[in-house]
């Protein structure tokens, strides 16, 4: 799918209004569906949005991004405290908060080698660097797993 075209195509669905700037996909957004920079006008999306929870919601985090877009460019209130940003937004049925995404984390399991002392971590640890906090011993990995957390 082309982003950009994707969104001038709900903005002039939607919103009456045509969408003049770039929409970009950026991998790096963790907790926000998407974001708008004033100062180039772009849009950013994230995909794992997209991919989770499908086109309806992602539609619908479009027009939460549109709203700061037009809302800015006319020169009313565009942030989300402003009146003109909340009725806008209930005006075309944006989405006010994104989804919580499926979180996925590893966990590392290390275990010293002298008093038997358990360290799960979300993180791999260099193991020539650290040691048992209660009796200074070699730590050694005893389990590595992947969990996924359903919200």
């Known amino acids: 799918m082309n982003l950009t075209d994707y969104v001038k195509e709900v903005s002039l669905a939607d919103f009456g209004k045509p969408f003049k700037h770039q929409a970009v996909w950026n991998y790096r957004l963790r907790s926000t569906g998407g ?10 999306f994230n995909p ?3 991919d989770e929870k499908g086109l309806d919601i992602f539609r619908k985090i479009v027009r939460h991004e549109l ?11 565009y942030k989300h405290r402003d009146q003109d940003f909340k009725q806008l937004l209930n ?6 908060y994104a989804p919580i995404l499926t979180q996925k984390s590893f966990l590392y399991l290390y ?3 002298s008093c038997g002392q ?16 209660c009796c200074f011993g070699g730590l050694q990995l005893v389990d590595s797993h992947k969990i996924e957390n359903q919200p």
């Open 67 to 77: 709203c700061h877009y037009h809302l800015y460019f006319a020169g009313r209130g």
């Open 91 to 96: 005006k075309v049925d944006g989405l006010r």
């Open 118 to 133: 358990f360290y799960p971590r979300q993180r791999r640890l260099d193991l020539r660097k650290f040691s048992c906090g």
């Open 35 to 44: 974001r708008f920079f004033p100062k180039d006008g772009h849009l950013d």
């Open 48 to 50: 794992r949005l997209y």
């Open 111 to 113: 275990q010293c080698q």
